[in-house]
Structure formats: structure tokens, C-alpha cells
């Protein structure tokens, strides 16, 4: 099967920095390519601006023209829309986080981008169980097939070093923005005895005080390094992640594949085992801060604990989240629709 994987036209594919999608898509282009399947992407990057994928999306039929395919898959709605409007089939799988956050006039557009590109598509991959019954609330008319597939997770480029663990090292992983609400973290980690390190991009230094001021166990690293960032994962202790807007969280997958507990708000429902791989903290926010406080002590005074943890969230890392499991899930869906040599 030759299989065109679609880029968004914003950041190379692998990505060079940041872009979390183009990670995503490089890690499910070399999994297919393990199962036998021959893979192409399609992507062309112009300023890395989010607003190049309108650009990329126009010229997408002439980068199209002449390739031979079997299945196109769309992963952002720009660029899924523009292949419905050219009569192209497609699968197309949502990442946005405007299924459940839109408080600017841009977040209401992107909606109604993603809704439009889940009707248009001629199948569609949810990637946990509360987005596909999201789809299916919100989006008028008969849906095409939803199948609820992940991502993956790299076992072997997140694993735990478990010498060097301390017992009082939290970890946060994602851009320094409010809505993943690490002010929330901040505060919830004073009087733990640990310390939280929050590696990603910092696109606001007014918002970077907010944290810093939230909690003196806080530290901001910025963007780092792949090597960097896989250091931080095998030598931390568990994971906080208070984001409530996100669909499936790539940082969370590795953090069960690195073996750390996960305590986190609303975005952690479908990844987590309560009490087996870490814990939901319900709202509203000053809740979230006492229940991820609680459970931090919790793992920071009970080595044992931590430990029994981390190896279930390894395990559920391994035989869940599987890049071949995933990847043969993706077949399953191709060749429910593939066209051959379109």
C-alpha cells in the first residue's frame, strides 16, 4: 500500500524544534514502513508560521499531481478542507485542542475547520474515546467511520533510569502558555519537598513570572534539546500535567513509556489508570492545586509507591502505545477506504 502522509506546511517533517504533529507523523511513517507499507510525506515549509498552512494547502494539488497513492491522510483541518474542496478522499485525524478551547475569534475558526474536515473526510481517526463522542455530539449531519485510534510512543527512546531517580524530581514537558495552566503546577508543587522542571518553548515572558511567582520549586527551561528532553524524562520522578484542553498528549505517552506516575486535570482521563499509572484531579483549579499537591507528597514520600507506579505505566507504555500496535490499527483503517493507484 503506498500511503501519503500530509504534512501541515508549518514545521519539516522530522522537525527540527518544536511541532509536536511532525513528530508524531515521523514516528507513524517509520512504523508503517516496518509493517511492509510504503510511505511518502507530503509537506512544504515556507516562514514556520501557523498561518503557512493556508499557502501550502493552496498548492497541495499541484505537489499532488502525478503521484501515485492509495490513501492520503490529513492531520490538520487547513490542509483536510482544501482536499475536500479538490474532491480528494481522505482520513483524516484531528489534533485540536478547539474541540474544547475557544476563547478567541481564531479558536472558533479552527472549529468549525475541524468539524467541516471530520464531515468531509471518508474516514476519520479519533484519537481517544471522549473525542470521538465529541465528533459525534457536535458535528451536524452523518459522519464517515470514526475509529478510535493513538498515537504511539517510543519505548526505547523513553525509558526509565531508575538510578539516578531522587524521589523529588516533577517534571512538566510543553510550551509555557496559560492554557496548559502551569501556574497551577507551580503552586501545587510548594511544600512537597520537590521540585518541578517544565521543559518547552516560552513564547510569553509576562506569563513565565506568572509561573515563576506561583511557586519557589519551579524552574523554566525552555525548548531543549531531543537528548536533553530524554534525559529529563529517564531522571525525573512523575509527571505533572495540568493542561485540561488537549485531545491525547504526546508528553503524557512518554512519560508512561519513561515510567512516571502521571497527575494531571482533565487531559490525563483517557491515558490514565486511576491509582495504577497516576491520578485525574478533578476542577475547579484551586481543587486541581490541593489534589495534585496531595498525590506529589504522596509519590515524593513512598519510594515503593513511585516504583510500583512506574512500572505499571511502563507496561501500559508497551502493550497500549506501541508504535506496530498503532501502526497496524492505521492499516485496519486504510484498507477500509484505500483507492488503489489514484
Known sequence: MRILLIGGGVHPIPPTGYGAIERILTDLRGALEAAGQEV???N????RRMRDEYPFAWELPRLLRGERYDVLHAHTPVVANRLSW??????????????????????RWGYWLERRAVRRATA???????????MHANVRGPLPPVSVVPFG???????PAWERRTGRRALG???????????LAAAAIEGTGARLRIAGPIPSREYAE?????????????????????????ESDFLLHP????????TVLEALAAGLPVVGGAAVRDVVDEGVTGWTVPEPPGALVEGMRSHARALVADDALRRRMGDAARRVAEERYSWDRVAAQHLAVYRSVAVPGA
Open 173 to 183: 514537558v510543553g510550551v509555557v502558555a496559560p492554557f496548559k495552566r502551569w501556574h
Open 40 to 42: 511518502v510525506v507530503v
Open 44 to 47: 512544504r515549509v515556507r516562514g
Open 153 to 159: 510512543v517510543d519505548g526505547q527512546r523513553f525509558a
Open 243 to 250: 493542561s485540561s484542553v488537549e485531545v491525547l498528549s504526546a
Open 124 to 134: 476519520v481517526v479519533a484519537l481517544t474515546p471522549t473525542l470521538a463522542d465529541t
Open 210 to 234: 506568572t509561573v515563576r511567582r506561583a511557586g519557589s520549586g519551579v524552574e523554566l527551561l525552555g525548548e531543549v534539546p531531543e537528548a536533553e528532553l530524554e534525559r529529563l524524562f529517564a
Open 86 to 107: 479538490g474532491n480528494y478522499p481522505f482520513v483524516y485525524t484531528s489534533h485540536s485542542r478547539h474541540w474544547y478551547y475557544r476563547d478567541r475569534l481564531s479558536h
